[in-house]
């Protein structure tokens, strides 16, 4: 796990040292008294930089694993990027159900009734949810009506067509912690508050 978060730190922190890199000013005499010492002091340095960005990377990966959740449900509709997932039926969490993250549609399970979902790390997930990065398994293809139990990391919204020109939003989540992340520090989501 800690290969995995350096090897996903290490990028953006490459990124943003050659980016500092390229935007410091230039002094434009030879004489190196020309930019004096209180303006040089005020740019931070690349380590400084990356040292923050890191900082924020990780405070980032905090809130989505705060932010994850347990998706076990029916498959409602397989996209091209990921499914669309009837999220509650907690009974999937039972053996022998629980030994694979696909169980197909002919398993004898029920939805949960009056599951409210709680805002804790590895809450069920209740309601329609889009789920992308689900595993690649031999043998195994996703389809319509069978289930899934899989750990869920927040990544925004998805908007899909349901029936006819029906548009419905919902929550988006990813298997691939890196990949929210990644989303959510991109989408500018602030450390300590829950993804959008």
């Known amino acids: 796990m800690r290969r995995m978060k350096l090897s996903f730190l290490f990028p953006l922190v490459l990124a943003v040292v050659s980016a500092s890199a390229q935007t410091n000013p230039v002094a434009s005499t030879n004489s190196a008294s020309a930019v004096s010492n209180s303006v040089a002091s005020a740019i931070p340095s690349a380590a400084e930089q990356g040292a923050a960005l890191a900082e924020r990377v990780e405070a980032m990966r905090a809130v989505c694993i705060e ?7 029916r498959i409602i509709k397989v996209l091209p990027d990921g499914l669309i997932v009837d999220s509650g039926y907690t009974n999937l969490m039972r053996a022998p159900l629980n030994g694979s993250w696909l169980i197909p549609g002919t398993a004898e399970v029920t939805r949960a009734t009056h599951l409210v979902e709680e805002k804790k790390p590895d809450a069920i997930c209740v309601g ?3 789920l992308t990065d689900v595993p690649k398994t031999p ?7 069978d289930y899934v139990n899989l750990e869920g990391f927040p990544m925004g ?11 419905r939003t919902v929550r988006r989540f990813t298997t691939k912690i890196a990949n929210s992340v990644r989303w959510n520090f991109e989408a500018g989501v602030t450390p300590g508050a829950p993804p959008k």
């Open 67 to 73: 932010n994850r959740r347990r998706i076990c449900g």
């Open 128 to 130: 329609l949810v889009f």
């Open 139 to 145: 043998g195994a293809k996703p389809k319509v009506f």
């Open 157 to 167: 919204q998805y908007t899909y067509t349901s029936v006819g020109d029906l548009q």
